[in-house]
């Protein structure tokens, strides 16, 4: 016995594929709106610049479960000139704070070694608070073989 597939449920049909192939490309920019929030409560109305921060990451996670991360601010690090905190930020996790450090100048320089978990290919985001209220921004593209969040 064969069923036969109404304009109603043809519709239907074709609706539901609509929506689940519009479901990624909705949760994507959810999580990047997301990381633009979390971005505008660190700097507030300062505008990064987009130096001295160097993110060492490798270009291929093959596991995103523990992504080997180094951050570095360049700075004399004296109490006049020196990092007070650094931000890490993954774009299209479902929780885009990563991780944050804070640095003094007894510390010499503003470096951290992490590992950090991402659920798929995208940029990993640093902002350095500098002392004199200045902010600096640094960026690096991860690509993900298998996700860290769940995939």
Do not use: W, Y
Request: glycine share 10%; proline share 6%; with cysteine.
């Amino acid at each position: 016995m064969r069923a036969r597939l109404g304009r109603r449920g043809a519709l239907a049909i074709a609706g539901g594929m609509l929506g689940l192939s519009l479901l990624p490309k909705a949760a994507a920019a959810e999580m990047q709106a997301a990381t633009a929030e979390a971005l505008r409560k660190v700097l507030g109305t300062r505008t990064p610049e987009e130096a001295r921060v160097a993110l060492r990451l490798p270009n291929i996670a093959e596991n995103g479960n523990a992504v080997p991360l180094t951050v570095t601010v360049e700075s004399p690090m004296t109490p006049a000139d020196h990092v007070r905190a650094v931000h890490v930020f993954a774009d299209r996790n479902p929780s885009p704070e990563v991780a944050s450090f804070r640095f003094t100048p007894a510390m010499g320089r503003a470096s951290a070694d992490t590992r950090i978990r991402l659920g798929e290919t995208q940029d990993v985001i640093a902002v350095a608070e500098m002392s004199d209220g200045r902010v600096f921004i640094g960026r690096a593209e991860v690509k993900v073989t298998i996700g860290g969040c769940g995939g």
